[in-house]
Every structure is written in structure tokens, then in C-alpha cells.
């Protein structure tokens, strides 16, 4: 069962296609495998996207033993991304709109979750997983001006 009055703590327990239809829902869309990936990392090739080293105090990863999901942003600004993305590892697997198989039912998530190592940045999931470490990030298309 889903937890409940969580405030600002991700969403989990939902599988890629309800992810995929709150995004739509949102007006907003799933970010592929590469987007995330340049969210994360800002172009760099760190380890992490605060850099190569790992103190437990930048994520939400098993290393840190908080034991279950924690508020989007907690671990902001040191915990960021070079583009100032929050939370890119840790708190929950995000689901990713890019498919690992060709008949789409095995999906990849990123950013490792709270009952996870840091060393694990990606995990193939099938589409229909629904998981207290599983939730998903909304991404919107810029437009052109």
C-alpha cells in the first residue's frame, strides 16, 4: 500500500504507465534515458552529479540509513546537479521514457532509490512495477520564442 501523508516526498508505488499518464496529464512527459542523464550530470563525467566523491549527506541512498523516502529537495543545493536538478540519486527510481526492449515492456529507471547503493545509477524495470523505491520526474519541452 502507498504511504500516505507524505507532504513533499515523491510519489511511489507507480507503474510506467501511470507515470507516463500523470505526465501527460501535467502537460509534461517522461524524460528520455539522455535527458536525464544530462540532468544529472550537466555534461560532466563525475561520478556523481556533485562530483567523484561520496559523502552520505548529498542523497537519499541506503549508505545514508534515513530508511524510506524524504522530502523532494532535502539534500539541496549540496546534493545538486550542475544544472541545479534536485534529488538526481537517491529518494526513488525515476522512471525513464526509454525502452530496453522491443516490445516496450522493459523501461529504464534512473537515480537509484532510497533502499538502494549509490553504485547503481540504472536499473531495467518492467512497465508494469510498482515499488516503494519507484516514482518518476516531469519534464516540459521549452518553447520557442
Known amino acids: 500500500m502507498p504511504p500516505t501523508h507524505q507532504g513533499n516526498h515523491p510519489v511511489t508505488f507507480v507503474s510506467y504507465d501511470d507515470a507516463l499518464a500523470c505526465a501527460e496529464f501535467m502537460q509534461g512527459r517522461l524524460p528520455t534515458y539522455h535527458e536525464w542523464l ?55 527510481w525515476e522512471w525513464t521514457s526509454t525502452p530496453i526492449d522491443e516490445q516496450e515492456e522493459m523501461f529504464l529507471a534512473m537515480g537509484t532509490g532510497w533502499d538502494h547503493y549509490s553504485i547503481q545509477p540504472e536499473v ?5 512495477c510498482r515499488h516503494h523505491s519507484v516514482g518518476f520526474r516531469v519534464v516540459r519541452d521549452l518553447k520557442e520564442c
Do not use: K, Q
Open 38 to 92: 544530462y540532468a544529472a550530470y550537466g555534461g560532466t563525467n563525475h561520478r556523481f552529479p556533485w562530483g567523484d566523491s561520496f559523502p552520505a549527506d548529498r542523497c537519499n541512498v541506503r549508505e545514508s540509513g534515513v530508511g524510506g523516502t524524504t522530502p523532494a529537495g532535502l539534500y539541496s543545493p549540496h546534493g545538486d546537479s550542475p544544472l541545479g536538478c534536485t534529488d538526481m540519486v537517491g529518494n526513488v
Open 124 to 128: 531495467p524495470l518492467d512497465r508494469a
